[in-house]
């Protein structure tokens, strides 16, 4: 149908004028009015079409009478014609226009992506027939009962989570789902659109696990210096079908609320035999569990009840451990069993499967390893390594790293001592938490075999960045402005055009962008964090 109930043969604009040349559309054999409804639509623009035209007219007659300006505001002057509404809430609308007009409500009340209306009705024109869909709308179930439909379609049913009740230090029980490991590898291995040679590590053979070539510089994590003791150890020389899977796990807090009550910790890895442009797509991880929100209902500092009522930081991290080793489990019982039997790309092997390194942000990586976050008390700034406080600004330092024979030593140490003052000094001697590690288990297959997680967690540039180097570069820039003769205008400009760029960024329909905040000054210290 044509937008109009028109068309336009030509537009002159000689001498400034506009005119527009109507045509007769049974002139265009090819124009089709359409059905009933858009027949209707094209009278209603008709009549509005011909308004206009009496309005323009009765406008260029006032207009030529300018001697009798002066009566056009007399009291006795009346209209003709009586004002109609300017909307008609009762209009006979047809069917695909209704469902059209709540299909838009509900895209708007969700606040979805704008493509998202017409992906719908492009996937109902797709799945219809004429005027017909092609199913009954009778079996359109709520999304619960679809999903459940699903699994037994698919046969998906052991990539279904497992509840899991981990007790805690003192007292109950916290339910932490558990994913089947060997299912959420295989879903990767198996699936040929995810295995496809584009999508793997350049100059890595995935049935040996070594380099196809000479490693001259370090790329791929085939490449580094964890890789070639690991795989030996795990797969060797001698056995041909030992196919190596090692592990690349993240685990960082994920939050749903403001108040920090909606708050879980996935844990999910993915396979190193991915290149870096995989590694970074979504499609290439799997969730090996979750960690539940442990501290919802504890107590916290604005409480008044009794000190002895609140949970002491050791038992907290104590208890997250203790779902790290429900979690870890299923790669335990992996292990024992010598591995996965499996077929890829069309030849047996038994896959070997083991931690290869850690991703995190700081905060969890010290959790992870029993490290003090925090404190007056700290004595090792660093989690891995034996290095004091003097030998941070060490520009090449040469580091002692904590293996596994010192974390079994202070746990030893620690139980051999009766005073409490004595055993908080060795914890802060050590700067660390005497926990049982779940990662410190010896059936947990981890790359570095004596030092174990210590040296398997790299730092993050994130916070080191931006809470560590950032921070002092806008306090030297402070302090440089500060000095100069007209540093307080200068500063007053820069924090002028931080708002500008703020708000003009804010005004961006596009909501893939992330949200901005220009509540704090540029120049504020204390909010220049990560």
């Not at 070997?352 to 700290?378: E, P, Y």
């Not at 400009?493 to 931080?498: A, G, V």
């Amino acid at each position: 149908m044509s937008q109009f109930p028109f068309l336009a043969k030509n537009r002159s604009l000689v001498d400034h004028q506009n005119e527009v040349c109507f045509t007769n559309p049974s002139e265009y054999p090819n124009f089709e009015l359409g059905d009933a409804d858009d027949t209707l639509c094209l009278d209603t623009m008709h009549s509005e079409f011909t308004d206009v035209i009496d309005a323009l007219a009765l406008s260029n007659t006032i207009s030529n009478n300018n001697d009798n300006s002066s009566r056009l505001h007399h009291p006795s002057i009346a209209p003709i014609t009586e004002a109609t509404k300017p909307f008609n809430i009762n209009a006979a609308l047809p069917s695909c226009v209704t469902f059209q007009m709540e299909l838009a409500r509900i895209c708007d009340r969700h606040r979805t992506n704008l493509k998202l209306f017409t992906e719908v009705n492009q996937l109902i024109k797709k799945h219809s027939i004429g005027r017909e869909l092609s199913f009954s709308s009778d079996n359109l179930a709520n999304r619960n009962r679809f999903v459940k439909k699903l699994g037994p379609c698919f046969q998906t049913k052991t990539l279904k989570h497992k509840d899991v009740s981990v007790p805690l230090e003192l007292g109950g029980y916290a339910v932490t789902p558990v994913f089947n490991l060997e299912a959420q590898i295989m879903s990767l291995l198996l699936d040929e659109s995810l295995m496809h040679p584009d999508n793997l590590a350049e100059g890595y053979d995935i049935f040996t696990g070594k380099a196809t070539g000479p490693c001259l510089h370090y790329g791929e994590i085939h490449t580094g210096d964890a890789w070639e003791p690991a795989r030996q150890y795990f797969c060797g020389d001698n056995y041909p079908n030992n196919f190596p899977v090692a592990l690349v796990v993240f685990a960082d807090e994920s939050h749903f609320d403001q108040k920090g009550t909606l708050k879980t910790m996935p844990m999910m890895f993915t396979l190193s035999l991915f290149n870096q442009k995989s590694r970074n797509d979504v499609r290439f991880w799997r969730i090996m569990g979750y960690i539940p929100n442990l501290g919802y209902g504890a107590t916290t500092k604005e409480d008044q009840r009794p000190i002895n009522t609140k949970t002491p930081a050791t038992h907290k991290l104590q208890n997250e451990h203790n779902c790290i080793s429900a979690i870890l489990e299923p790669l335990v019982q992996i292990s024992k069993r010598g591995g996965i039997r499996m077929t890829v790309k069309g030849y047996p092997v038994t896959a070997k499967v083991w931690i290869h390194f850690f991703i995190g942000d700081t905060s969890g990586n010290n959790r992870w390893l029993g490290h003090f976050n925090s404190g007056a008390n700290i004595q090792r700034p660093y989690r891995d390594c034996a290095c004091d406080i003097d030998d941070m600004d060490n520009a090449n330092p040469t580091c002692t790293y904590l293996t596994r024979h010192d974390y079994h030593g202070h746990i030893s140490l620690r139980s051999c001592l009766e005073g409490t003052r004595e055993k908080l000094d060795l914890d802060s001697s050590l700067s660390k938490n005497p926990i049982r590690n779940a990662f410190m288990n010896e059936n947990v297959p981890l790359s570095d075999l004596t030092c174990g997680i210590y040296r398997m967690t790299p730092p993050e540039r994130l916070h080191t960045t931006c809470e560590g180097c950032t921070k002092y570069m806008f306090e030297s820039l402070l302090k440089t402005i500060l000095n100069c003769t007209d540093g307080c205008n200068l500063i007053r400009e820069i924090e002028n055009e931080h708002f500008t760029i703020h708000f003009e960024w804010s005004r961006n329909s596009e909501r893939d962008y992330p949200r901005s905040a220009g509540r704090n000054g540029l120049m504020n210290q204390s909010k220049v964090n990560g």
